[in-house]
């Protein structure tokens, strides 16, 4: 339990700077948006978004992580599967965190929008998506799980850099680009927003948490002999 705690304290003082940088110019972009709505709201109309940046911040962040931290948990004695465990414990208390922060910022927003009586503010997230309802557990529900989604898959690519080297980890990137061009050259796209649109919150969730749970079985395979020093 100790080693535990040890390593999630590491790892969320690895990340605190980076955390309050960034929470602060979202806080800020917030404010500023209200004051331009306060003077030039009968002028234009504008919609915002919390979570898809927060996306994009643990996306980048979850790419960086075994490079920046797992020779020094070796080192310190911690064996391929605790590093993983204990970063997986991370990611879910890191992506909880998170979605927490969203959702409450979502009721902040409102509650000002509609204290001011400011109408042409907008706030767009996934879960408008697929469900009428934004309520406060099933946005952070939904923000929990895209979160742990882009902290894991950015870890898969990051595993793959650090075990294949710059060659193999841009021959994955390459391989996943044409995923986008062969649903464009056979129409997928089409069929695949029809399912996703008829899809229910939950059932999303779900799948997401399934697909999250064999990335990280497959992440912690790959790692089993994965050296101290990157390739």
Same mark, same amino acid.
Request: with cysteine; net charge positive.
């Given at each position: 339990m100790k080693t535990v705690q040890g390593s999630l304290y590491v790892l969320f003082q690895s990340y605190k700077k980076s955390n309050i940088i960034f929470w602060m110019i979202v806080f800020s972009i917030v404010i500023l948006s209200f004051f331009i709505d306060a003077f030039f709201g009968q002028y234009v109309s504008f919609a915002m *978004? &919390?979570?898809?940046p927060v996306y994009i911040f643990y %996306? &980048?962040?979850g790419a960086k992580i075994l490079n920046n931290t797992l020779p020094y948990f070796l080192k310190l004695g911690l %064996?391929?599967?605790q590093y993983m465990c204990n970063v997986g414990i991370f990611f879910i208390v890191w992506s909880l965190a998170g979605a927490f922060v969203i959702a409450c910022t979502h009721k902040i927003i409102a509650l000002i929008s509609n204290l001011?009586?400011?109408d042409n503010m907008i706030i767009v997230h996934p879960i408008l998506f697929f469900s009428n309802s934004d309520s406060f557990l099933l946005t952070m529900s939904m923000d929990t799980v895209l979160l742990l989604f882009c902290l894991t898959s950015s870890l898969l690519l990051n595993v793959i850099f650090y075990r294949f080297?710059?060659?193999?980890?841009y021959s994955f990137i390459g391989l996943l680009a044409l995923i986008p061009i062969m649903m464009? &050259?056979?129409e997928w796209y089409t069929p695949l927003f029809d399912l996703v649109s008829n *899809? %229910?919150?939950f059932s999303i969730i779900? %799948?997401?948490l399934a697909i999250i749970i064999f990335i990280y079985i497959l992440i912690s395979s790959a790692l089993r002999k994965a050296s101290a020093i990157p390739s």
């Amino acid at each position: 339990m100790k080693t535990v705690q040890g390593s999630l304290y590491v790892l969320f003082q690895s990340y605190k700077k980076s955390n309050i940088i960034f929470w602060m110019i979202v806080f800020s972009i917030v404010i500023l948006s209200f004051f331009i709505d306060a003077f030039f709201g009968q002028y234009v109309s504008f919609a915002m *978004t &919390i979570s898809i940046p927060v996306y994009i911040f643990y %996306s &980048i962040k979850g790419a960086k992580i075994l490079n920046n931290t797992l020779p020094y948990f070796l080192k310190l004695g911690l %064996s391929r599967m605790q590093y993983m465990c204990n970063v997986g414990i991370f990611f879910i208390v890191w992506s909880l965190a998170g979605a927490f922060v969203i959702a409450c910022t979502h009721k902040i927003i409102a509650l000002i929008s509609n204290l001011l009586n400011y109408d042409n503010m907008i706030i767009v997230h996934p879960i408008l998506f697929f469900s009428n309802s934004d309520s406060f557990l099933l946005t952070m529900s939904m923000d929990t799980v895209l979160l742990l989604f882009c902290l894991t898959s950015s870890l898969l690519l990051n595993v793959i850099f650090y075990r294949f080297g710059t060659l193999g980890g841009y021959s994955f990137i390459g391989l996943l680009a044409l995923i986008p061009i062969m649903m464009v &050259i056979f129409e997928w796209y089409t069929p695949l927003f029809d399912l996703v649109s008829n *899809t %229910s919150a939950f059932s999303i969730i779900a %799948s997401l948490l399934a697909i999250i749970i064999f990335i990280y079985i497959l992440i912690s395979s790959a790692l089993r002999k994965a050296s101290a020093i990157p390739s």
